[in-house]
């Protein structure tokens, strides 16, 4: 067992002294207190450069920005409370500035914030562009306006991060902030933000051939072509997607910074990351362990705890630290949240030596006598009885663990019955709880032998990896399609130049998959299975809140989808052979209702929302538990999670008199809902063993 003072770093973290950094970005599994590092860091920033104008965005569709600093934010940039603008001797709270209202805000040095909304984003690009856009499709392709106009009004599956990374390059462009700091997304999501410039660039490539076929035309039957304001628009997105790229590999004005905590599925995400952003050359140079336990005086789980931290750390430093400086930061009694609170959150990140930090660990305050208060009596979590159980919640409240752990003991509970746990997150975590490989193949899951029937083969999990296997056959049927399409319009006539420029360009749109069509073709394909009945019982593991709220929205999206095609098949049936083109609408249209059949199923579908007993946990639940409602997704039970237990420790006993509040909060705001509570437990949860002892502890 390792001294975890091996992994400790003296000195500032670079993304706190390099005086030439534009771009900060915050990432990691969710849970691990990436707002709170962003938020701190930015905090401590703007006071070390008072005549400076630092803006912190959020660009995770949960955002926890607003909750970290205790201040409403939204999708306008303004100031946060409490912080003294040097340059005005007044408090950021008395100005406001809004995208698009001129020099409102420009030269006023202080800390700004925004939570980007993806949505009224890509509403005000459309409102720019849509029109362009519109004249490039109609010159490259055979549908007429109202067609195009048509598909201009849907809503694509994953713009989140379509429009974090097009916000990013108006930032850039702007030059309005000396330095934004970004809080991301959770790793997964994250990663495929970080990949989208390259995406990207498929999409004008795509539009740029529209645009060639135009020219071609215009050439031939003229002689010449003058480029147009289409041309200057692709031109101009050709030079973002460059410049953001440029900006995200630029080692003297970006840093990406990670943060994990030392437990085992964390460490295994955040590595994943790491690979990514060497991959993507983007540099990084930092490494935030938040949570870490120190000091002593500790009860006898938090002993245990802190040892089982120590093997931990010791994995952190072999793996990481010969690329990165590690910078443990100290379990608190208390939540992060307000400038006060991220004001000393961040001091011990920067404190300067060992033995600073060492203090630190043991606290330079005692945690005070907390306040009597009766606790609720803690209830379990009752078995659920339906056939399509959610799991989902905020990052790292122990989503995967609970799916996991209910999985198995419906197994246990019912031995006639197949179950399958399934994970449609891109950061999957079920191989690593249950502690065996999980691939995109349903795979029996080893080592749990049911007690009735002695055998192990009614349990099975699988991570569906939708972009090789699924993404591949729905391309593959969409251009038999579309050749069918393309013979109708011109009568077999392949050798047309015109043909041969259309089939270029719808080619090269089905080879651009817009992000979020694989978690669509993913819950398509579990509903075959369900419809097969193939599986008695399927358990979801969701992705984080705000990525699972566009996740359980696809259905609607693909609907409108499919009925506007469905509307242009129609219009064009006496023009075009229609088999297979119309064979496929129906085919997703009826795959599509299916799904949002089942989800709004009460008899037969049930949402566990998963939570922590913290400020920020709870107002993400309670955004979930909205979202839920609207779209009529049938809610009956909350779990609060990592519950502090009675103990004589004066660090636990504080710890679990604030989770006290929350926990009384949540019951009388949620009558209609059974609010069971589970333990926080002084080990990892991992294989076999321990799921099922967290079972039995979940649903006593």
Known sequence: MADTSTVL??????????????????????????????????????????????????????????????????????SVKGVDNPSTGLTCACLSWRPGQGGTGAGRAGLWARELDAEKVLAEYRRLNNHIVAE?????????????????????????????IRQIIELIKSGEYDLVVVDTAPAGHTVRMLQLPSQMRNWVKTLDMMMD????????????????????????????????????????????????????????????????????????????????????????????????QAERLAEIEERFAADLRLWPV????????????????????????????????????QPSPPHPLTPSPPLPLSLPSARFILVGGKGGVGKTSVAAATAIRL???????????????????????????????????????????????RLYAQEIDAAPKLLDQFIAEQREAIDEVFDGFMGGGGGNVRVAFEREIMDQLLT???????????????????????????????????????????????????????KLLLKYRGVVKL?????????????????????????????????IPEAMGIAEGERLIQGLGRLEIPCRQILINFVTLPSDC????????????YIQQVIAGHPDHRVAQAPRLDHDLRGMNDLVEFGKILYQ
């Open 9 to 78: 770093s003296t000195g500032l973290p670079s993304f706190l002294q390099n005086q030439d950094l534009r771009f900060i970005f915050f990432g990691g599994k969710g849970g691990v207190g990436k707002t709170t590092s962003a938020t701190a860091s930015a905090l401590y920033l703007a006071r070390q450069r008072p005549d400076k104008k630092v803006l912190i965005v959020s660009t995770d569709p949960a955002h926890s920005v607003g909750d970290s600093f205790a201040q409403d934010i939204g999708d306008e940039v303004v």
């Open 136 to 164: 490039i499709a109609n010159r490259g392709t055979l549908f007429d306006e109202e067609d195009i106009a048509d598909f201009m009004q849907l809503t694509l599956p994953g713009m989140d991060e379509v429009m974090a």
């Open 213 to 308: 076929k135009h020219r071609y035309m215009v050439r031939t039957f003229s002689g010449r072509y003058i480029p147009d304001e289409c041309d200057h628009f692709l031109e101009e997105q050709k030079q973002d997607v460059t410049l953001v790229v440029q900006t995200l590999q630029n080692t003297k004005a970006t840093e990406f910074v990670l943060v994990t905590i030392p437990e085992e599925m964390a460490i295994y995400e955040s590595e994943r990351l790491f690979a990514t952003l060497r991959k993507e050359r983007i540099p990084v140079h930092n490494l935030i362990v938040n949570h870490v336990i120190g000091g002593d005086g500790l009860c006898a789980p938090c002993q245990r705890k802190k040892a089982e």
């Open 330 to 365: 100290p379990r608190l009694p208390h939540e992060v949240r307000g400038v006060e609170g991220l004001s000393e959150f961040v001091q011990l990140i920067t404190a300067a030596t060992e033995k600073d930090k060492e203090t630190k660990r043991q606290g330079d305050k």
């Open 411 to 457: 197994a246990w509970q019912f031995p006639d019955k197949k179950v399958l746990l399934f994970s449609t997150n891109p950061a999957h975590s079920v191989s690593d709880s249950l502690d065996q490989k999980v691939g995109a193949e349903i795979t029996r899951i080893e080592g749990f032998d049911n007690p009735s029937t002695g055998s192990g083969h």
């Open 512 to 566: 651009t998959t817009p992000p979020g069509l694989d978690e669509l073709m993913s819950l398509m394909e579990i509903m075959k299975l369900v419809d097969a009945e193939a599986f008695d019982i399927f358990v979801l593991d969701s992705a984080a809140t705000g990525h699972l709220i566009r996740f359980l929205e696809l259905p609607h999206l693909a609907r409108e989808w499919f009925a506007t095609s469905a």
């Open 579 to 611: 088999g297979t083109t119309a064979e496929l609408t129906i085919k997703y249209s009826r795959q599509t209702r299916r799904v949002l059949q089942q989800l709004t199923n009460a008899a037969e579908t049930e949402f566990i929302v998963v939570t």
């Open 650 to 661: 004066s660090f636990c006993a504080a710890k679990r008199e604030e989770e006290q509040r």
